[in-house]
């Protein structure tokens, strides 16, 4: 029996761009890619960026919708397809590499997750912006500092997946997507008129093409594109299997890596600015968002909402992600081990709480971060692309891409596929010999 007669299915192009989107828009948007911009060159560093942004939805992620689509389930069912094509056994326990690293995310994610909460709460009473920020967000990132807000991010994205591809991810991301990109525009236009504001954007747009003839930029770059994107192998890879058959792949796959690009575009249009209006250090890395904006915050007229609006578009952007990360692993174990989906989705989130309670300080959760993002996840996602372009091959995997195509892949598409994966193998290298690049 295929995932999509346990699930469901998208029923809409736009349900399926947006939850896409959601999955691929998350906290690095938010909070280092426009430091990077900054620190490489600032549009000289979008130059790079753009070009693996292309690489990336071509030939990464509409490879791993293709493959989704044509198994109709999710990474160990798909690996496991692929290796019986070749009379081989296994498939199934090697897709755990990819689900493992997908689930170590989701157990670190929703720590932040849970915190973005709380600051939804603090912004809506005031007390996010009453005292010394980072007082505030040091009582709050500790041992069991925030266990409430935690169990309800974790709650609130189990009762999404209970309730279906349709009836659940497809719904809220139409709702929580676009509200993301309108919340954040009216921030980026208050912004725009803050005294001061000017310097944000030099520091964002001003190119210094010296950059470009420094290694590190296009290396920063390259991680930046690829796990901006959600290329894990198992994330992008289900939602693929929820496809319908007459969608156009490549197209879908340009949407989603406009719109993730936009995303990260508006988010440094919206904080930067407002950080240089008021003196205050743009390469603060995640406490740019927990006690560097609140700080701003304060200091703005009507401060208050657009508190509250900037903590509830983050939120939007990191539940939706989660959804993306636990869908992967629940269908796993309803597909594979024969769950039901309500008890696949309790499961897979009393692990990810179970475990994740345990490193609600901001130390443990970033080193638990670190090692996942670094040394596991990357290693599924390459994985994933060895699997698609040398071991299911070219003409299944073209096959696929070109359903619900009006124009055939042209023959550029294997060399490029096959780029794809020595680059991907080139951000797992740099990734580990530079303790982190995305």
């Keep these: 029996m295929s995932k999509q007669t346990k699930s469901g ?22 909070w280092l890619f426009p430091y990077r911009v900054g620190q490489y060159g600032g549009g000289a560093f979008l130059i790079p960026y753009f070009l693996f942004v292309a690489l990336f939805s071509y030939a990464g992620l509409s490879a791993e919708f293709a493959l989704g689509r044509l198994t109709g389930t999710g990474t160990s069912g798909s690996f496991d397809y692929i290796l019986k094509r070749r009379g081989l056994r296994g498939g199934s326990i090697i897709g755990i590499m990819p689900l493992a690293g997908v689930l170590g995310i989701a157990i670190g994610y929703s720590v932040v997750v849970g915190w973005v909460l709380r600051y939804c709460a603090g912004a809506i009473t005031g007390s996010v912006l009453q005292g ?112 319908r058959k007459d969608e156009d792949i490549i197209k879908h796959s340009g949407y989603t890596a406009i719109l993730d690009t936009i995303a990260a575009l508006l988010a440094g249009f919206a904080i930067l600015p407002a950080v240089f209006a008021f003196g205050i250090d743009p390469t603060s890395g995640p406490s740019l968002m927990f006690v560097t904006l609140p700080q701003v915050f304060q200091k703005m007229p009507a401060g208050q909402l657009f508190a509250i609006i900037f903590f509830i578009s983050v939120f939007f952007a990191g539940i939706t992600s989660l959804v993306n990360m636990m ?14 989906r309500t008890a696949a989705v309790v499961t897979i989130s009393v692990i990810v709480f179970g475990v994740s309670v345990f490193l609600e300080s901001l130390p443990k959760m970033g080193s638990w971060l670190d090692v996942v993002t670094i040394y596991i996840s990357p290693f599924g996602a390459v994985l994933c692309a060895v699997f698609i372009y040398f071991l299911l091959g070219i003409e299944p995997l073209r096959e ?17 596929g096959y780029f794809y994966v020595l680059v991907s193998a080139v951000v797992v290298i740099c990734g580990i010999a530079m303790g982190g690049i995305g």
């Design 400 to 416: 696929e891409l070109n359903r619900g195509r009006l124009k055939p892949l042209g023959r550029s598409f294997p060399v490029i």
């Design 327 to 340: 869908e992967a692993c629940s269908e796993a174990l309803s597909n594979r081990l024969h769950f039901s």
């Design 132 to 243: 010394d920020a980072q007082a505030y967000f040091d009582t709050l990132a500790v041992d069991f500092g925030s266990v409430p807000w935690h169990i309800i991010a974790v709650a609130l994205t189990a009762l999404i997946l209970i309730l279906g591809v349709e009836g659940g991810i497809e719904k809220i991301s139409k709702f929580m997507m676009p509200t993301f990109f309108v919340l954040f525009v009216i921030i980026a236009i208050r912004v725009f008129f803050l005294p001061g504001s000017a310097g944000g954007y030099a520091y964002l747009l001003k190119p210094d093409w010296s950059y470009l003839a420094n290694p590190k930029t296009w290396i920063y770059a390259m991680g930046q594109a690829f796990f901006s994107l959600s290329i894990n192998g198992a994330g992008m890879l289900i939602y693929g299997s929820y496809m």
């Design 9 to 30: 299915q998208f029923t809409s192009s736009v349900g399926f761009v947006l939850a896409a989107v959601g999955s691929a828009v998350g906290m690095g948007n938010i």
